[in-house]
């Protein structure tokens, strides 16, 4: 015999699921099949602490990193976005920044499947040594970006896809682009989502 609780379950759950969403609880949206989030597996505050910017949660790269060290923005203002002309939000305000032996995130976690991979840039130190062409490199496939056309205290956003197969993980690696060239790498932040 179906137990009548069973039945009514759904039926009593309704006003409890009304009132958590009218009051502004997340679990709810969560559980919207017809309003999914975008899935997020991954975000990286490079080179800072742990932060919520623009409600977003962004973890320390501290234990993930390897090699580099942690930089703030030494400007007088705050990175800005070149498209609103506002400040690009706290994760903008630090990076892990390189030498010439660069630094990586290795062996990341990540399920397997296909999402999209963001690096986050924005030059926040007039050092002359981060301005120019450094490569990076995502589970070995080698790409350059070039700082000096980011502009000293604007955000540069840099998205790809990503696959990652079974077994495999994700590593990060940013390095000169060529030995002794002098221009050190840096990343403010990364995140890895769904593919949009």
């Known amino acids: 015999m179906i ?34 989030p975008a899935a997020i597996l991954l975000r990286i505050n490079c080179g800072g602490p742990g932060v919520m910017d623009a409600e977003l949660g962004w973890t320390s790269d501290a234990a993930l990193a390897s090699g580099g060290q942690s930089q703030s923005n030494t400007l007088v203002s705050p990175v800005q976005d070149p498209a609103t002309g506002q400040p690009a939000g706290m994760i903008y305000e630090t990076c892990r920044e390189g030498d010439s032996n660069g630094f990586s995130y290795n062996n990341l976690a ?69 030995p002794a060239h002098g221009v050190f790498p840096f990343v403010n932040a990364i995140e890895v989502g769904a593919m949009q």
């Open 3 to 36: 137990d009548p609780f069973l039945l009514l379950a759904p039926i009593l759950l309704l006003p409890v699921a009304s009132l958590l969403a009218f009051t502004g609880c997340d679990i709810i949206a969560r559980l919207d099949p017809l309003n999914p």
């Open 110 to 178: 990540i399920t397997p499947g296909d999402y999209q991979l963001t690096l986050k840039f924005a030059v926040i130190d007039n050092n002359p040594n981060i301005i120019g062409v450094f490569r990076y490199r995502i589970n070995g496939a080698p790409s350059t970006i070039d700082s000096g056309a980011i502009g000293l205290g604007q955000k540069f956003d840099v998205t790809q896809p990503l696959h990652i197969d079974p077994g495999g993980s994700l590593t990060l690696v940013f390095e000169e682009d060529q």
